[in-house]
């Protein structure tokens, strides 16, 4: 089972950028659907993207779509979130996941990382 470790969380200034990295020890790593999530205080978890097994094909929520790029470097067993043009309304923490079948299905997640803190401050 794949085991998602993700970093790269911190406080940041509204419009300010980071990078989350997520690491998965497992070697078929290359063959799982890898998605980033986040919850926010008081709000359900939720989509932020999605990525396939060969890269090709992602997914973004409407919310940050333009200002977030994920992507996946199967060689280090890595997958980014480059989040720029950060808002106060990014902060969460964001869980990376892994799983197998379509990447834009939910369901398919069931790898979960223990989640890294994104602060966005005003």
């Known amino acids: 089972q794949e085991h998602p470790v993700e970093s790269g969380g911190g406080l940041v200034q509204a419009g300010g950028s980071l990078r989350l990295s997520c690491a998965a020890s497992?070697?078929?790593?290359?063959?799982?659907?890898m998605g980033w999530f986040r919850q926010a205080p008081g709000k359900e978890r939720e989509i932020v993207a999605t990525?396939?097994?060969?890269?090709?094909?992602?997914y973004y929520a409407d919310s940050v779509r333009g200002r977030f790029t994920i992507s996946r470097d199967n060689a280090k067993d890595t997958v980014y979130l480059q989040m720029n043009s950060l808002k106060p309304e990014d902060t969460a923490v964001y869980y990376c996941?892994?799983?197998?079948?379509?990447?834009?299905?939910?369901?398919?997640?069931?790898?979960w990382g223990q989640g890294t803190q994104v602060t966005v401050s005003s």
């Open positions: 996941a892994a799983g197998h079948g379509p990447h834009t299905v939910v369901s398919n997640y069931d790898h």
């Open positions: 497992g070697r078929t790593f290359s063959l799982y659907s």
């Open positions: 990525i396939n097994w060969t890269g090709d094909s992602r």
